[in-house]
C-alpha cells in the first residue's frame, strides 16, 4: 500500500514565492514614487547630503583684452513640447514649461586696434581712435532664478526615466532658454550702449591725460 505524500506545514510552492517576491518589488518600487511625489515624507528619514566632488583642474589661461562695456539681464518662459507619431500624448510624449533668465554681456575688443587706428596731433591736444563695433558675449543661464514650472511625460517616458541616469535632465529646455535670450540681446540696444560707455570711458581716461578733444568712431 502505497503512503500518499503531504507537504509540510510552512513550505510554500514556488509559484507562491515567485508572486511573493514580485509583490514586494511593486509595493517598493509605489513607495519610492510615493516619497518622490511628496517630499516630506523623505524627512523622516533623515537624508544627508555629502559632497565628494575632486579637485578643480585649471585647463587654460588666456588674456582678454575685452573691455565690458553692457550688460543685459533677460527672463524667457520656454514652453517645450515633443510628441510621437501615432501615439496619444499620455502614452508617449513630454512638455516642459520652463523659466529661464539668464545675462548677455557687450564688450568692444580693444585687441584690434592697430597704430593706424589712433590718430594724434602735434601737439597731442587732440586724439581720434577708430574701434571695432561692441560684440555679444554668449548667454549665460542663472541657475538660481531658472527653474521648471512643471514637467508632463507619458507613460512610457516615465517608464524610461525610472532607468535613466539622468530622469530630470533639462538640457534641450536650457539651451533653448539660452538662444531665445541671445536673440533677444541681437534684437536689444545692448551694443548701442555699449559703444556709449566705451566711447566715454575713452574720453574720459585721454582727457585726464590732457587731450583736449578725443573722437571715438566704430567701423573696420
Known amino acids: 500500500m502505497t503512503t500518499p505524500i503531504r507537504r509540510l506545514p510552512g513550505r510554500m510552492p514556488g509559484w507562491a514565492k515567485a508572486v511573493s517576491a514580485l509583490v514586494l518589488v511593486l509595493v517598493a518600487l509605489f513607495a519610492g514614487l510615493r516619497l518622490s511625489v511628496l517630499p516630506g515624507l ?14 578643480t583642474l585649471l ?54 586696434v592697430d597704430e593706424d587706428d589712433v590718430t594724434v596731433n602735434d601737439d597731442r ?9 561692441a560684440a555679444l558675449g ?39 532658454a539660452a538662444r531665445h535670450i541671445g536673440d533677444a540681446a541681437k534684437d536689444s540696444e545692448l551694443t548701442a550702449r555699449a559703444e556709449g560707455n566705451t566711447t ?8 585726464s591725460l590732457g587731450f583736449q578733444e578725443v573722437r571715438v568712431t566704430y567701423g573696420s
Not at 42 to 55: A, C, N, V, Y
Request: no cysteine; charged share 25%.
Open 42 to 55: 523623505k524627512d523622516l528619514f533623515g537624508s544627508e547630503t555629502h559632497d565628494r566632488s575632486g579637485p
Open 59 to 112: 585647463k587654460s589661461i588666456r588674456d582678454i583684452s575685452r573691455y565690458e562695456a553692457a550688460s543685459g539681464s533677460f527672463q524667457v518662459v520656454v514652453d517645450l513640447e515633443k510628441d510621437a507619431r501615432f501615439l496619444p500624448d499620455a502614452i508617449r510624449g513630454t512638455r516642459t514649461l520652463y523659466v529661464g533668465a539668464g545675462t548677455v554681456d557687450a564688450y568692444v575688443d580693444l585687441g584690434k
Open 125 to 133: 591736444t587732440s586724439a581720434t581712435l577708430r574701434l571695432p563695433h
Open 138 to 176: 554668449e548667454p549665460a543661464l542663472d541657475p538660481e532664478h531658472s527653474y521648471a514650472v512643471s514637467k508632463q511625460r507619458g507613460l512610457l517616458d516615465r517608464l524610461g526615466d525610472l532607468f535613466s541616469d539622468n530622469p530630470n535632465g533639462e538640457q534641450a529646455v536650457q539651451k533653448l
Open 200 to 207: 566715454a570711458m575713452l574720453q574720459g581716461l585721454l582727457h
